[in-house]
């Protein structure tokens, strides 16, 4: 197939690499193209906008991180939707408001292009290993078309509904990752505190009822110091800020939720933006600094 994918970040450019490795044609585009050149080499072309990634594409993935970026790439001028042609498919990954999806979908449904929401969980280890947990919201039949692209990419594809419900299962996807990192976080300062060996913490804790994969994956990198992002704080950030919108709109209070929130935000604020999640702890060792 002919594909186009826009948005090579940290997840980005694993998840493009396994459909061109799949033996599909792709089209790239970054708004920082030197991102591109892995892919370019193996055989991906450039394209110098998202339209020109969409011309004459049989789907096109975006995978972004801001809610005005995905707007922009999809809707905007030299957008992607203006140049898919009808009968075409537009899978979003991004994380965005579910509203958006639902505007995106009305959009593409008005051009005769079938749209998915399909945010994704599993951060850079996942999208290198085509492991993702994919959540899915649009049609029936964007679902079929999309499914075969979207195995080559995670290991559990689901779909949850019409379009929005992939982003508002993201939503609950990010209250729970959030709240399982700060309580690694709490876990690891304790075992500090208290003289053990954390690794072996985390080796005896994971393997029972409080196992979970931050902390068999995340809380390594979290004793090692490793803060490299396999899914970054200002993007996590952004994902709490619209599951507290939505909870909002419902009406209802999550205080874990806000605490979370309120945590990344401060590391946000002092310069953390582009460490991984894992980084939670900085704010939790130092809350005169970060509060």
């Not at 044609?25 to 991102?35: D, G, I, P, W």
């Not at 498919?89 to 999806?101: G, M, N, R």
Request: net charge neutral.
């Amino acid at each position: 197939m002919k594909l186009g994918w826009i948005g090579v970040g940290v997840m980005g450019r694993h998840m493009a690499a396994r459909l061109l490795r799949a033996g599909h044609e792709l089209s790239v585009h970054s708004r920082t193209a030197s991102r591109c050149a892995p892919l370019l080499a193996e055989g991906a072309t450039l394209a110098a906008s998202p339209a020109e990634a969409a011309e004459g594409a049989d789907a096109v993935f975006t995978m972004v991180g801001r809610p005005e970026e995905v707007e922009a790439v999809i809707l905007g001028p030299r957008g992607a939707l203006d140049a898919l042609p009808p009968g075409s498919l537009l899978v979003d990954c991004s994380t965005a408001p579910p509203a958006l999806a639902e505007a995106i979908a009305s959009r593409a449904a008005a051009r005769g292009v079938l749209a998915l929401d399909a945010p994704v969980s599993g951060g850079d280890v996942g999208a290198a290993a085509g492991t993702l947990s994919i959540m899915c919201g649009g049609s029936d039949e964007a679902m079929r078309r999309a499914a075969p692209l979207l195995r080559l990419l995670g290991s559990r594809v689901a779909h949850l509904g019409g379009a929005g419900a992939g982003q508002h299962t993201k939503m609950c996807n990010q209250v729970l990752a959030c709240s399982n990192m700060v309580g690694v976080s709490e876990a690891l300062l304790y075992a500090h505190a208290a003289g053990l060996d954390a690794h072996e913490v985390i080796r005896a804790i994971g393997a029972g009822a409080a196992g979970s994969w931050a902390v068999n994956n995340l809380g390594p990198r979290v004793v090692e110091r490793d803060f490299a992002p396999g899914f970054m704080i200002e993007h996590m950030t952004k994902d709490l800020g619209i599951a507290l919108s939505e909870a909002h709109r419902m009406g209802l209070k999550l205080p874990g939720l806000a605490l979370a929130h309120k945590l990344y935000e401060s590391l946000l604020r002092h310069g953390h933006g582009k460490d991984g999640t894992q980084a939670l702890i900085l704010a939790l060792e130092d809350t005169v600094k970060y509060t």
